[in-house]
């Protein structure tokens, strides 16, 4: 199993930055794709970027230039910068993972717990 725990989050002004730390942890045997998502309450919920285990990295057309996503492989942490924070971006951030635990296992996906970004104008 592999678990996620997000931290960071919080209010910012409108222009400003935050960067969101997502720490993996668990033993697996590979972990192919972890992704950023946020949702606002009542809407669906919305790819922001992904990176594969190679360092390909995808971005909403909305993050585009804004947001980077980063892994540090050493602290087995996943990284989501957001810069020129727009009220907009204001939502519930979650840190996705789809990995294997064993090499004949098929792929399957963890979640870590949301975290609250708020943007004020």
């Known amino acids: 199993q592999l678990q996620l725990v997000v931290s960071g989050g919080g209010l910012v002004q409108a222009g400003g930055s935050l960067r969101l730390p997502c720490a993996a942890s668990g033993s697996v045997f590979s972990i192919n794709v972890m992704g950023w998502y946020r949702q606002v309450l009542g809407k669906e919920l919305e790819l922001v970027a992904t990176i594969t285990s190679g360092g390909i990295t995808n971005y909403a057309d909305s993050v585009k230039g804004r947001f980077t996503i980063s892994t540090d492989n050493a602290k087995n942490t996943l990284y989501l910068q957001m810069n020129s924070l727009k009220p907009e971006d204001t939502a519930v951030y979650y840190c996705?993972?789809?990995?294997?635990?064993?090499?004949?296992?098929?792929?399957?996906?963890?979640w870590g717990q949301g975290t609250q970004v708020t943007v004020s104008s």
């Open positions: 996705e993972a789809d990995y294997k635990w064993h090499w004949f296992s098929s792929s399957t996906s963890s």
